[in-house]
């Protein structure tokens, strides 16, 4: 171990900028192993990562275009979870623009949608890059997680729930093996005798407070499913807005990434003293 005492290496000059506020947010992609990228077989037909946004929800999705090498696509099985997106995009009133198709064409699945989830920020997150010995610095207002959306899936687990039920209303292998002739006939279900009703009595009924917390839960727990419920509609009431993706080597991004830098000479003057600081800190 060493006791020397800690040396100041060097000293970076710091600047701030907000000027694309709220625009700078953290995408995560836990679930990808590779870039986020366009295949290869996608690229040499012309497709493109699309991406759309509910602003009043903050809900995002990214499109990307599937990998239909042979080897790694199943065109028939493709298919059939199309028409299942298609369902499901018009029960949800996420419908996308209809995209060209040759005529008795069928729907297939043709992209990874990846949807957003917003992760709280635990206090005040930055974007920080080195440039030429100084160190710039730029709020992050939102931080996302996108994942593959799979709902398509319950709509193709409810088709074939379906249709097994109809096979076994039509299978007569249901009501069991047919009477054997020479057992005799089983004894028929005795009938439940009825009851005389019961003689009508008065009955006195007094109302006191109750602090039974499992009906306080109950009815809890029936607010909050409301608003569960209030929540998914008005998301699915409102209409998309599409944007154009730019990865990071297009023009667009250049643009947007020198942005990030301040060029302002302007001094600022920090207004809040070290022990405001340190009680803001958890645990000191």
């Known amino acids: 171990m060493n006791d020397a005492e800690d ?35 996608a690229v040499a037909s012309g497709k493109r990562i699309r991406a759309r946004v509910k602003p009043g929800v903050r809900r995002i999705e990214v499109h990307v275009p599937v990998d239909t090498r042979p080897e790694v696509w199943n065109v ?25 198709q040759r005529e008795g064409e069928e729907p297939r699945l043709s992209e990874t949608r990846l949807r957003s989830e917003q ?12 440039r030429d010995g100084q160190l710039h610095l730029h709020p992050i207002t939102e931080t996302h997680q996108l994942r593959p959306t799979l709902t398509y899936m319950d709509i193709l687990s ?11 209303e039509d299978d007569d292998s249901d009501d069991g093996p ?12 005795p009938k439940k005798e009825k009851k005389p009703a019961a003689e009508a009595k008065e009955v006195q009924v007094s109302v006191r407070k109750s602090d039974d917390r499992s009906m306080q839960f109950q009815g809890g727990l029936s607010a909050v499913r409301r608003e569960m419920l209030t929540t998914i509609h008005a998301e699915e009431d409102e209409k998309w807005d ?19 830098f301040s060029h302002s000479d302007e001094q600022l003057e920090c207004e809040t003293d070290i022990a405001a600081v340190l009680k803001d800190i958890p645990g000191l």
């Open 7 to 41: 040396r100041l290496v060097s000293a970076l000059p710091i600047r701030f900028t907000n000027s694309l506020v709220p625009n700078v947010h953290i995408h995560q992609f836990p679930l990808l192993t590779r870039p986020l990228q366009i295949p290869p077989t």
């Open 76 to 100: 028939e099985r493709s298919k059939e979870l199309g028409k299942s997106r298609v369902e499901d995009d018009k029960e949800k009133n996420q419908e996308l623009p209809k995209m060209k």
């Open 178 to 189: 047919p009477p054997d002739p020479d057992e005799p006939p089983p004894a028929p279900t």
């Open 158 to 168: 409810r088709k074939t729930r379906r249709s097994r039920r109809g096979d076994d």
């Open 119 to 130: 992760v709280p920020q635990l206090g005040a997150y930055v974007l920080g890059i080195v």
């Open 242 to 260: 599409d944007y154009e993706y730019c990865d990071g080597e297009t023009e667009e991004s250049n643009v947007a990434f020198e942005a990030l």
